[in-house]
């Protein structure tokens, strides 16, 4: 049995942003994605145009992930605070 409550599907815009970090901040988001599947991190729903969609901070960083499916987080991208809402 899985240690985790949750199965990540990883898109191809948070992957490519994750390649892209520090080896540090890499070593901090593994840790918050791990925190996110087990159901222990902490997150907030955004709201307006982005509603429907979840964040939660590493940092600087913000990742947005969504859950509308059972027991799946999709992360769908990683970002620094000042640009993560525009490029969604």
Known sequence: MSAYKHEAV????????????EDDVKERVRKRVEELLQGQAFWK???????GLKVTRVGKWRIIFSDKKP?????????PRE????RL
């Open 10 to 21: 990883v898109r191809e815009s948070f992957e490519k942003a994750f390649r892209k970090l």
């Open 45 to 51: 729903s955004l709201s307006g145009p982005l509603r």
């Open 83 to 86: 640009t993560a809402y525009e």
């Open 71 to 79: 027991c799946v987080i999709d992360l769908l991208d990683i970002s």
